[in-house]
């Protein structure tokens, strides 16, 4: 209909205004309304409508509803117009088309219907207003002041979203008790690994060796432990117990040689 006022020079006939407007049929009922017509007129060789009047009205029967009026009370009488999470500009369009297809005309029927369908924390806020509250009797004030509470309360909700503070991450991280107890389960306790005297100095085999000498250097007193190489207690009282299964073959020799000492030691000493 807009299309056909603003270009009016497009059309010479009924007939073009008809057929352009079929043009649009092209999906669904509409589709399947706009093949029936053209199926009559191949059959009877006549267009079944003829004037722009009569198709509009065959429009209007086929795709409006027989009682649009009564479709529309039905609605309001029920719960289905209801705000619900729409903002009220949305729920006042779909409001103002039911109470027109009504035909509600009474301010005070259409104020009860509005706060009917609001949302309960602005039909509330607006009937408690200590000042200015709209009367019972003047719709067109509930409706603006349904749209500013409305939208004051959306720039609060956003605003008050920008003051919370990120979730803080836990100081622990969860995690499966096995894992958690994995954490702290210490090993066995082992002996610390034996620490062996420093080695003897060897003659070079340029220089022949000086078997005395060496016996009277190991005949000293010991500085301490034969065994762990401390100072204050004798190998008899090293609390470091003695595996020969975990020393080395260079460590075995070596512990060897320090026994031999400590006994030839012993026999020089008798």
Known sequence: MLYLRLAPEQFSCDEEKILWTLAFFKDGRAAKWSENLFRQEADTGIFPIQSWAHFEQQFWSQFFLVNAEADAVNTL??????QGHRTVDDYLDTF??????????????????????????????????????????????????????????????????????????PACSALPRSATLSMFHLPPSTPPPIPLRP??????????????????????????????????????????HLDVRKLTVEQREELIKDLMALKDSGRRGS
């Open 199 to 240: 080695a003897l100095p060897v003659p070079s085999r340029e220089i022949p060796m000086d078997v005395d000498a060496v016996r009277k250097a190991r005949s000293l007193p010991p500085r301490g432990c034969y065994r762990c190489g401390e100072a204050n207690h004798l190998v008899r009282d090293c609390p470091h």
């Open 96 to 169: 103002l088309t039911l109470v027109s297809n009504a035909g509600y005309t009474d301010p005070r029927t259409l104020v009860v219907k509005f706060r009917r369908g609001l949302k309960t924390s602005i039909q509330s806020q607006i009937a408690t207003m200590p000042f200015g509250r709209p009367a019972d009797t003047d719709p067109e004030t509930w409706y603006a002041a349904a749209r500013r509470i409305d939208q004051a309360q959306l720039t609060n909700e956003a605003f008050q979203s920008t003051l919370q503070s990120p979730t803080m991450a």
């Open 77 to 82: 009488e029920g719960s289905s117009y209801y």
